[in-house]
């Protein structure tokens, strides 16, 4: 399985980005997908992950919450984040992974990562 984040670019505080991430590779059908991030000098941290079968059950962290909209589309294997009233501190290299069985938070819980996307939001 590969994970191919795209999307991040450079953006003024108060605007928005999406970003995406496909899925290739053998049958893919993970329990979960997740968004995570890291700050330029500090450790990754969870921002948003999302069930892949049935009816959706989703995750935020709080420093998100009401402004990144976590979506998928089984049918092109693929997640999205809308990211809506950047702040300066969303300034991250934003990852994309997926697993999550048995927690959809922690991020040794997901086994498959994608590359990494950045995100630049200006002040």
């Known amino acids: 399985v590969q994970l191919q984040a795209s999307g991040g670019g450079l953006v003024q505080a108060g605007g928005s980005l999406r970003l995406s991430c496909a899925a290739s590779?053998?049958?893919?059908?993970?329990?979960?997908m997740a968004w995570f991030r890291q700050p330029p000098g500090k450790g990754r941290e969870f921002v948003s992950s999302?069930?892949?079968?049935?009816?959706?059950?989703?995750y935020y962290a709080d420093s998100v919450k009401g402004r990144f909209t976590i979506s998928r589309d089984n049918a092109k294997n693929s997640v999205y984040l809308q990211m809506d009233s950047l702040k300066p501190d969303d300034t991250a290299v934003y990852y994309c992974?997926?697993?999550?069985?048995?927690?959809?938070?922690?991020?040794?819980?997901?086994?498959?990562w994608g590359q990494g996307t950045k995100v630049t939001v200006s002040s």
């Open positions: 992974a997926a697993g999550g069985t048995y927690s959809p938070v922690e991020m040794h819980e997901f086994g498959y």
């Open positions: 590779g053998r049958t893919f059908s993970p329990y979960r």
């Open positions: 999302i069930t892949w079968r049935g009816d959706p059950t989703i």
